[in-house]
């Protein structure tokens, strides 16, 4: 509910006032979303289960392309059409939604140990491989399979290098390296107070956004993919967390990260290269409304199968 309150204020805003969605959308790209990875980077101690969550992420995204090829060949699906709903089912919303549902998650009770929150920096680590690999994914191969045939990989390779979450990677693995302590620095504490704002602002904007949206779901595809995203998708998840073995705070993350909604990177890159943009669009939504009806589901059922 705390979700999807800030979603809504974003939303009457929206409505109320002109608010420019690029902006917002700038901001949280170019500066918060950064923030966040390079403290996250910065802070935790990478292990081999982080290697095995991004293991994990590369086997769940092939096994979410096959699954959108075979659902497409049986409903006999044009080629366009196609990558649409195959994007619209491999990347989903992890910045946008997961982000602040996982900090909510793991900073409220039962995860609450004497006014600490000891689960969430583990929560954080493994959330953070996954949007990296989401975000590094849906900017490439996201952005070919959309616009196959118009975008080379290549292009799409050199694009994705211009990305300052990339940038944000890169500098706080060098740093580190060198073994200098940036948290002494007023950097730090100016990059603490930009990450503590991405879940507001993301929420915020993805209302704004939806404010600009005409609602008419008459296209049976659109509850397709929803009903893939957001039923198969963590069905399909638990599965692969029994298979790689994991358990407690990252096998509960992985399922919450991945049982959230279609992306908006998803409706992005429909617009840019005019392809199916009113389902890929309608799809986005629909899954977002019909999430508050299964995330809570599954956050209760994660902390029942994989206790902390």
Do not use: C
């Amino acid at each position: 509910m705390p979700i999807f309150i800030i979603i809504s204020l974003g939303f009457v805003l929206g409505k109320k006032f002109e608010m420019n969605i690029f902006t917002l959308s700038r901001i949280v790209v170019y500066l918060l979303v950064p923030a966040f990875i390079f403290e996250n980077i910065f802070t935790v101690n990478f292990d081999f289960s982080m290697v095995k969550i991004l293991l994990f992420s590369v086997v769940y995204l092939a096994s979410n392309y096959i699954l959108a090829k075979i659902i497409s060949n049986i409903l006999k699906y044009d080629a366009r059409l196609s990558d649409a709903f195959a994007n619209s089912i491999m990347f989903n919303n992890i910045g946008n939604i997961g982000l602040p549902l996982i900090t909510l998650a793991f900073s409220t009770a039962p995860f609450v140990v004497g006014e600490k929150t000891p689960y969430l920096n583990e929560a954080l680590a493994a959330l953070v491989v996954v949007m990296i690999f989401n975000n590094v994914t849906s900017n490439t191969i996201g952005f070919y399979i959309g616009g196959r045939g118009t975008v080379s990989f290549k292009k799409s390779i050199i694009n994705t290098l211009k990305l300052p979450a990339i940038h944000a990677i890169t500098l706080a693995l060098i740093i580190k390296a060198l073994h200098f302590d940036i948290t002494l620095t007023p950097i730090w504490s100016a990059l603490i107070l930009l990450k503590n704002g991405l879940g507001a602002i993301a929420l915020i904007a993805m209302g704004v956004h939806l404010s600009t949206i005409k609602l008419d779901f008459k296209d049976v595809n659109v509850y397709i993919s929803s009903f893939i995203r957001l039923i198969i998708g963590p069905l399909l998840a638990m599965l692969l967390i029994y298979i790689f073995r994991f358990d407690s705070v990252v096998a509960q993350t992985i399922l919450i990260a991945y049982s959230v909604p279609i992306g908006l990177t998803t409706a992005l890159i429909a617009i840019e290269y005019n392809n199916n943009q009113d389902y890929t669009i309608q799809a986005v939504v629909a899954s977002t409304l019909f999430s508050t009806i299964t995330l809570p589901f599954v956050i209760y059922i994660a902390g029942m199968i994989y206790p902390a």
